[in-house]
């Protein structure tokens, strides 16, 4: 069974600042792992997503993210925080990326942006 | 980028209609579809894996005499609230994702509110 945890349900940052929400999964299989982002009525757009390639994943509006299998740790960062990167943000795991597979989707992190 | 529509964006209905929501792959064929709820404040809950001219998987706990899944083609899919009752209020998402694809796209979803 997979599951994601993410710590923080809010995370403020003042703008400028750096970004740091934090993922954590289980998986007893290597995992595929997602980080989206939602705004406020609207649907999930894809962040980034790491697929067993390179640790260090670089996504649209300057996020990345690292795995650390380690840790069981896909953190997501941004140097710089913007007012538009307030949102919604959920980590997601799968096991396996074919057109039959689930997504697990953590309980999302709501990021605000302090002026 | 593959671009995933629901219809309508949002529903106001009396207890006891039903309420047929499509959700379209605009520039993709999307041999597999999901359905997601989201109540405010949480994450997103799968409620049904919709595979194009087969029947729905549903997850453990969704009635599916009462959310029928239609993927009659391979850009349409649609969801079916039958005899809705205020607490199937929520909000409804769906994804696509083609064969042998490694990104699900999420529509825009449909905020229902059964009054």
């Known amino acids: 069974a997979q599951s994601v945890t993410q710590l923080g349900s809010h995370v403020s940052v003042s703008e400028g600042a750096l970004v740091l929400l934090r993922c954590n999964y289980s998986?007893?299989?290597?995992?595929?792992l997602f980080w989206y982002v939602q705004y406020p009525n609207q649907g999930l757009q894809l962040l980034l997503k790491?697929?067993?390639?390179?640790?260090l994943v670089k996504g649209i509006n300057g996020f990345e993210a690292e795995f650390k299998k380690s840790e069981t740790s896909f953190h997501l960062t941004k140097p710089s925080a913007h007012m538009s990167d307030a949102a919604e943000y959920f980590c997601a795991v799968s096991d396996q990326i074919t057109s039959y597979d689930k997504v697990i989707f953590g309980p999302g992190t709501s990021l605000s942006v302090i002026p | 980028g593959a671009v995933v529509s629901q219809h309508p964006s949002w529903v106001i209905c009396k207890s006891g209609t039903s309420v047929k929501i499509e959700c379209r792959s605009l520039?993709?064929?999307?041999?597999?579809m999901f359905w997601y709820r989201q109540f405010p404040k949480q994450s997103l809950m799968l409620m049904a894996t919709?595979?194009?001219?087969?029947?729905?998987?549903?997850e453990q706990g969704v009635e599916k005499d009462k959310f029928l899944i239609n993927h009659a083609s391979l850009t349409l899919s649609t969801l079916t609230v039958t005899s809705a009752h205020p607490e199937d209020s929520s909000f409804y998402i769906c994804?696509?994702?083609?064969?042998?694809?490694?990104?699900?796209?999420f529509g825009p979803g449909t905020r229902l509110t059964v009054l």
């Open positions: 520039d993709f064929q999307a041999t597999t």
């Open positions: 998986s007893s299989v290597p995992p595929y």
């Open positions: 790491y697929t067993s390639a390179a640790t």
């Open positions: 994804s696509a994702i083609t064969s042998g694809g490694d990104t699900q796209y």
């Open positions: 919709s595979n194009e001219g087969s029947k729905a998987t549903y």
